[in-house]
């Protein structure tokens, strides 16, 4: 079975499912037109899975879609985005020195 990856709105995080199991989570906050990504998690069971990579992507294509600056708080978003330069662009130019980005 495929992991999938949904918006869970009323917890304010994204979630990764594999093998029928939570797998992991990254929680933001909305404000406006701004996401801020908080925390990342992946389930130690689950580790080396590639899921982080995958719940991330979803994510920020989530942002991307509906148009919102993203800040990337938490130190696996922003590293995932530094490996990806792809997807630099959703955070706004004057907080990427912020991030190292």
Not at 29 to 47: C, K, L, Q, Y
Not at 59 to 73: F, I, K, N, T
Request: hydrophobic share 35%; proline share 6%; glycine share 10%.
């Amino acid at each position: 079975m495929e992991p999938q990856v949904l918006n869970n709105a009323e917890e304010s995080r994204f979630e990764v499912h594999a093998d029928g199991e939570l797998a992991g989570f990254s929680e933001y906050h909305r404000s406006g037109d701004e996401v801020e990504f908080t925390h990342t998690e992946i389930d130690s069971r689950f580790e080396g899975r590639g899921l982080g990579g995958k719940l991330v992507r979803a994510a920020l294509d989530s942002a991307r879609e509906q148009g919102l600056a993203v800040l990337p708080h938490c130190p696996f978003v922003r590293g995932w985005i530094g490996k990806h330069p792809d997807y630099a662009d959703l955070v706004p130019e004057a907080q990427r020195p912020r991030f190292g980005l």
